[in-house]
Every structure is written in C-alpha cells, then in structure tokens.
C-alpha cells in the first residue's frame, strides 16, 4: 500500500487523439491532480492534440517522445530514459504499441509497478499463433490489467486465463454535470449551410476502421435533404473519408470539424447521436450522447450493448439500410423518441467520472511501492 501524497505516476499513450483511451488519460490526470497526485503523461507520438494544452494548463508535465512514427526503437529508449530519471512509482500504460514498449521496460527498470487499462474487446494480433503467445508475456509483466467493461474483462481470461488474478473492470466514466447542464449552440456558428429546421446527426469518434464513419456517410444518402451530418474527430481516415462524402455528393450535408473543445454544446444542439463501430471496449461516445439526453443509436458490438442496454437504439454494425431505419423510427415517433433520450439519460448516471476516478486511486494505492 502506497500513500497518495508519496505516489508518483506516469501515464503513458501512443498520442492523444480524439478517442475515447485518450479521452481517459485526459480525464484521469486532471481529476488525479486535482488530489494532489503527482502525475505526468507520456506521449509515442505528439500530435498536436487539444489535450496536450489542457494537461500542461493544469500543471500537468506531458512528455513528447516522437514527432514521427511511434514504433521506432529509439522512442523506446526515450522512453525508458525518462522512466529511469524521474524514478516513478506506478507506470500506467494504454493501447499498443504503448502496451508493449512499457512491458518491455519493465524487464529492465524494476523499482515502479505497471498497470495497464485494455480497451477493446479484441484485437487481431490474438489470431496469430506467435503474437499470442508475446502478448501473454506482456501481459504477465503488469501487476494489474484494468478493463472498461465486463465483455472486454471475459475476453480478456480467455486470453491469458493464467493471469486472471491480475485482472479488474472500471467503467469508464464522464463529467455528467458537464454534459447536462451543456447549452444550445446557434447552429449557424456550426456552419452557414445548416438551418434552424434542419435534422443535425452527430458523430464523435477517431477516423479509423474501428468507427466506420462510412456507414453513417451511405445512410444519409437515403435519408432526406435536410437531414444533415456532423462528425467530430481526426484520424488516420479522415481524408480518405472525405473524398468519400464528395463522391457520394454529400458534402453539403456532412460537415467534418476536426477535435472541438465543444462537444457538449454540439450534442446537445443534435438531434440525433450515432456510433457506428465496428467494435468498441465500452463506447464513451455513446454515453456522452446519452448524457447529454439526446437519443443515440450504436452498433450491436460487445462493450456498447453491455453500456447501453434499453438506453438507446442498436443497428447491425455496416448495415446503413437498417440504420436508415432505426434514425427514421425516431423521428417520425415522438413518443418514441422522448422515452430512448429519457432512458438513456437515467442509464449514463451509473457512469460518473469520480467513481471512475476513485477506483483507479484505489489500485493505484494497492499495487504501489
């Protein structure tokens, strides 16, 4: 057992783009500072994200390794350089490759402990015989391995069942006060072409294949001229997405406004919040939709559905015709609409961020030096 005012922390990422991992790290360092912990953050990559001037706002050290590719060995040894310096107790690791690098570090600095949050529900380098087995190396070199929701965590013991002691679940959680109390933007401040009586669809996620944003592209094509989209985000996809929308001539009615500082007010002016992912570990998208008491549709992928349940809409994941379907359900029913946005309020108040924030001290406390 470690005392708080002796803990010192290292969260480490791969970079802090738009999704919901980083989103975590974000919020966790925040709250955690806000008690006094001493905490920094280590970036693979720097990307310019809006929560590196956060983080360094509220006095938060962030470390950026690489302006470039985040896979170099010599990011590797720049991180186990600042590891070795600053003498942390607690290393906290997300997502791969962070997840491997601080595994690999731990073979070599031994004076802090390691934990590492999983997620996602899955990820394809299980399927090969050889990464499944350095994977479950890795993973035995982390004292504890936090997942975001119970699906991730059952996955998870089918993988490395000889370390199922090591493992724990804490939900994500979010700002609740923030998005209910959240105010209507005038939605021309969004963009000029958006008009009062328009449909506003929201999405806010990473451009990558694990969102599928394009599911939602080709589902406007069967929706009405005054249904319009707006997706929040970067990614590696972002351009290629682009070039999508104009080939379907839809780039009148599908706005892309990169990372907002905003999204709150954003959900709150929609109509309407989608996630269509491929997969998801828990969705923190979706509850902020929810949160926000705007009536949300996500795919029926593992993570959301466990989340979500009756508080909100679920569609077959690539199927836009069904989507189409479930957007169409809510609008042109009232009733229907009112009680999903009602439901999924009341269901995202089980998801604080204190609680999230508490429970994360409390291993923190049991696991350190």
Not at 37 to 44: G, T
Not at 56 to 67: A, F, P, Q
Not at 222 to 237: C, M, N, Q, R, T
Not at 264 to 286: C, H, R, Y
Request: hydrophobic fraction near 40%.
């Amino acid at each position: 057992m470690i005392r708080r005012d002796k803990m010192k922390i290292l969260q480490v990422i791969n970079n802090l783009g738009s999704g919901g991992a980083e989103k975590l790290v974000n919020d966790l360092s925040t709250n955690m500072k806000k008690k006094g912990i001493d905490i920094e953050v280590a970036l693979l990559q720097e990307n310019g994200s809006i929560y590196i001037n956060d983080l360094e706002r509220n006095g938060i050290k962030v470390h950026k390794l690489s302006e470039n590719s985040m896979y170099s060995l010599k990011t590797l040894f720049k991180l186990f350089k600042i590891i070795k310096m600053k003498e942390y107790s607690i290393i906290h690791a997300h997502i791969f490759p962070t997840f491997y690098f601080v595994g690999i570090i731990s073979l070599f600095y031994k004076k802090a402990k390691y934990i590492y949050t999983e997620h996602n529900t899955g990820n394809r380098r299980r399927k090969y015989r050889i990464l499944k087995i350095i994977e479950k190396f890795i993973y035995s070199r982390y004292e504890k391995v936090i997942c975001i929701s119970d699906k991730t965590e059952s996955n998870l013991r089918k993988h490395i069942n000889n370390f199922s002691k090591k493992i724990v679940v804490i939900f994500n959680g979010i700002e609740l006060e923030k998005y209910a109390t959240s105010i209507q933007m005038n939605r021309k401040n969004i963009d000029s072409k958006i008009k009062v009586e328009d449909k506003i669809i929201t999405m806010v996620g990473r451009f990558s294949k694990q969102k599928d944003q394009k599911t939602l592209i080709k589902a406007m094509n069967f929706l009405p001229e005054e249904y319009k989209l707006l997706l929040i985000g970067e990614g590696e996809l972002k351009e290629e997405t682009i070039k999508f929308t104009e080939k379907l001539n839809l780039k009148n009615r599908v706005f892309f406004l990169g990372v907002r500082k905003d999204v709150p007010d954003i959900l709150k002016t929609s109509d309407l919040v989608v996630l269509s992912s491929n997969w998801e570990g828990f969705g923190i998208a979706a509850l902020e939709g929810m949160a926000s008491g705007i009536p949300t549709i996500i795919s029926n992928v593992d993570g959301m559905r466990e989340m979500v349940k009756d508080g909100g809409v679920f569609f077959n994941c690539g199927e836009e015709k069904e989507l189409v379907q479930r957007i169409n359900e809510l609008f042109l029913d009232e009733n229907y609409y009112n009680e999903i946005a009602k439901k999924g309020l009341e269901r995202s108040k089980l998801f604080s961020l204190d609680s999230m924030v508490s429970k994360y001290l409390e291993i923190y406390e049991e696991v350190g030096v």
